[in-house]
């Protein structure tokens, strides 16, 4: 089972206030890894820092360790989504996926198809900002379906989404696991995951130490 990212010694700080230290854990193919923690804790930030977003006060973070080809040219090969719907909201739902595929570098996608998807037909022509949160998301996450990244770095993806949102993310989830990809996310939602390598990372404050 390859490794597609390791990281040791990790320490971050904000504002004074140290939000983790000697963070260390690995992610290998198959593993769905929850990182859980208050409000404020620093989830978002240790997802940042892993993409360079944020800067580490300390630590090493190795994409794809054993895959030169990959770790070369690593951001190629890691989807990251922010916990904010990346949307635009002057252009419409359709207009949005077809430039999240062209920012994508992703050619063949059948926008209609996805919009369907996702639970999106009938509003594909107005314009993002009209659409509510959770349709909104969707149209985000859109990018989860022709993305070949085998590693997904996903900030709160359930956010704004209903039951049903909820269960076909996980659906996919579970595809992209069964594929041999490998998610790292943040969710306040409580995950019971079957089928997976389900890891869990409490980030709870300068003591916090990983596996
Ligand atoms: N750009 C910034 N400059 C200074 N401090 C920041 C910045 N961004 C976040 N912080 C601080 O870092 C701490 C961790 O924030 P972070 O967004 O990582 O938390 P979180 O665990 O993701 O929280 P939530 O569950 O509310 O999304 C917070 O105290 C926050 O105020």
Redesign the pocket.
Known sequence: MSTLLSVSQLASQ??G?T?FADLRFAVKSGDLLHIE??????????L?ALVGL?ELQEGTVEFFPEQNELAENWRAHVLFMG?KAAVKTELTAIENVELLAELGGVSNVDTWDLLETVGLIGLEDLPAGQLSAGQQRRIALTRLWFSEAPLWIL??PFTALDTFGIELLHTKFAQHIAGGGAIIL?S?QPLSWQGAQFKRIR?TGADDAGF
């Not at 923690?37 to 240790?46: F, P």
């Open positions: 904000r504002a206030r939000l923690g208050v409000n404020g804790a620093g989830k978002s930030t240790l940042r944020v916990h900030d709160e943040t306040h980030i």
